[in-house]
C-alpha cells in the first residue's frame, strides 16, 4: 500500500541559484491555480491513482485498481475530462482494454480489444499469424475527433477505437505489411517484455498529420490520415556493426511532440538523445553535451508545455551490460532550457547513493502549471515529484509494484 510522504528527503545539499523566468500571464496563472491534478500510475500488478489539491502538496491515494493486472498504461481523456483507459494484461486471461466514463469509479472491459487479423487462406507463409501478447501505449485522437483513440500493442500493431475504446479495429496497412513486417523482425526482438510500438503522436493541428516509433523499427510519419506512412530515421545512429540504413535495426525509446510548437520532436533513443525541426527529415544527436560520465541513454523523454525549448530525461546506466539502474546509484534528471545545447542537472531531494532503480519510457510526465510540475515512477515502486520543474524533488508514494506508466491529467 502506497502512503503519501509530506516532507522531501532530508539532504545536505544546497538548492541551485533561483533562475530567471520570463513573466508569465496572469491568464496562465489563473488557470493553473483552478485545476487539480490528477497522476495516473500504472504498474505491474494493478494501478493507482493520485489526487493533488490545486497546490500540488497534499495527495490522496486511490487504489488499486486491478490487483494483481500487469497494468501497461493508464490514460484520462483530455477531451471530456471523464474517460479513463487502462491496457491490461489479465494473466492467464490476456491482454484487454479496460474503461471508465466516471474517472475510475466504475470500471467494464472493452467489447473487442485490439486483436490482429487472422491471415486470409492461402496466405503466404512469409507473413505468420501474430497475436497481441499486450497494449502498450494509448493515445487520444485528435480534440476534433471525440470518442477516437490509438493503441500501439506488443508485437508492433497499430490499433484506432472510435467509440471510446469500446471496440478496436487494426489501423492503416501497417499490421500486414510485407515492408513493415520486415522491420518488426530484428535483433530488438530482444527488447525486455518484447517489441513494442509507442509513441502514438496526433498533430494538434490536423488530425490527418500522425507519427508512431516502434522497438525496434524506427519512426516513421503519415500525413494523410494513416492511409500511408514513411520512415523518419535520418541522423539516428544504430549499435555498433549494424547498418542505419535498415530500419530493422532503429530503436526510438520515446518521442514527444512540443505543445507549443507541433513542428519539434525530441527523441530519447536506444542510441542517445535527438531533436528535429520540420519540414526537416533530419534527427540532430543533443545528446552529446550531457555529461561524459553519464552519457544520453535512458528511457523517458518529457517536453515543456509551453516552452519548446525546455526538455527532461532520466539517464540511466548505459554500459555495455545495460544494468539498466541509476548511474553510480545517484539518480538524477537533466534538462536542457536551450533545445540541447546545454544540460543541467536537477537531483535535489534525491538519494545522492545506493539508489539503483531507474525509470521506463512511459514513467515519466510534466503537468501544465505554472510552473510545470514534474513527475516520475521508479522500477523500486516510488512515485517522486517536483512543484518546480525539478529544482526540489518529493517522494510521494512508496511501496508501489514496479511502475510502468505515470500521466498526469488536470481536472476541476
Not at 487502462?86 to 494473466?91: E, L, Y
Not at 518488426?184 to 530482444?190: F, L, N, P
Request: hydrophobic share 35%.
Amino acid at each position: 500500500m502506497a502512503r503519501i510522504i509530506k516532507k522531501a528527503a532530508t539532504r545536505k545539499k544546497s538548492l541551485p541559484k533561483k533562475p530567471v523566468r520570463k513573466k508569465q500571464s496572469t491568464t496562465v496563472r489563473a488557470k493553473s491555480a483552478t485545476r487539480r491534478v490528477i497522476v495516473l500510475v500504472a504498474t505491474r500488478k494493478g494501478a493507482w491513482l493520485l489526487h493533488g489539491d490545486a497546490a500540488r502538496k497534499t495527495w490522496r491515494v486511490d487504489g488499486p485498481h486491478f490487483l494483481g493486472h500487469i497494468i501497461n498504461h493508464l490514460v484520462l481523456d483530455p477531451r471530456d475530462g471523464r474517460t479513463l483507459l487502462a491496457a491490461a494484461k489479465t494473466g492467464h486471461l490476456g491482454p484487454t482494454i479496460f474503461r471508465s466514463a466516471d474517472r475510475g469509479r466504475t470500471w467494464k472491459e472493452a467489447t473487442k480489444p485490439p486483436a490482429f487479423e487472422k491471415p486470409a487462406d492461402g496466405a503466404d507463409a512469409k507473413m505468420p499469424a501474430r497475436a497481441v501478447d499486450h497494449t502498450f501505449w494509448l493515445t487520444p485522437c485528435h480534440a476534433n475527433e471525440p470518442n477516437v483513440w490509438y493503441a500501439g500493442t506488443s508485437p508492433q500493431g497499430l490499433f484506432r477505437s472510435e467509440d471510446g475504446g469500446d471496440t478496436w479495429q487494426p489501423f492503416s496497412c501497417i499490421n500486414d505489411d510485407p515492408q513493415y513486417r520486415a522491420w518488426m523482425g530484428s535483433v530488438q526482438d530482444s527488447t525486455p517484455d518484447g517489441p513494442k510500438l509507442h509513441s502514438i503522436i496526433v498533430d494538434p493541428r490536423d488530425p490527418a498529420h500522425l507519427y508512431f516509433a516502434m522497438s525496434g523499427g524506427g519512426v516513421h510519419e503519415s500525413v494523410d490520415g494513416g492511409r500511408s506512412f514513411t520512415t523518419l530515421i535520418a541522423g539516428m545512429e544504430v549499435v555498433g556493426g549494424f547498418d542505419a540504413a535498415n530500419v530493422a535495426f532503429h530503436d526510438p525509446h520515446c518521442v514527444r511532440l512540443c505543445p507549443s510548437n507541433p513542428d519539434r520532436l525530441y527523441q530519447q533513443n536506444h542510441c542517445g538523445i535527438y531533436r528535429i525541426d520540420r519540414p526537416s527529415n533530419q534527427w540532430v544527436r543533443i545528446g552529446k553535451n550531457m555529461p561524459k560520465r553519464v552519457g544520453d541513454i535512458g528511457f523517458p523523454m518529457v517536453v515543456h508545455p509551453r516552452d519548446a525549448d525546455t526538455a527532461w530525461v532520466f539517464p540511466m546506466d548505459g554500459q555495455t551490460v545495460w544494468p539498466r539502474t541509476s548511474p553510480d546509484g545517484k539518480p538524477a534528471a537533466y534538462v536542457t532550457r536551450n533545445g540541447g545545447k546545454r544540460w543541467q542537472r536537477l537531483d535535489v531531494g534525491l538519494p545522492d547513493s545506493q539508489a539503483w532503480w531507474t525509470v521506463k519510457r512511459q514513467a515519466m510526465t510534466a503537468d501544465a502549471h505554472d510552473p510545470v510540475g514534474l513527475y516520475f515512477g521508479t522500477t523500486s515502486g516510488e512515485l517522486w515529484m517536483s512543484r518546480d520543474e525539478g529544482k526540489r524533488w518529493t517522494c510521494i508514494a512508496r511501496n508501489l509494484p514496479e511502475i510502468y506508466a505515470v500521466e498526469s491529467a488536470e481536472v476541476r
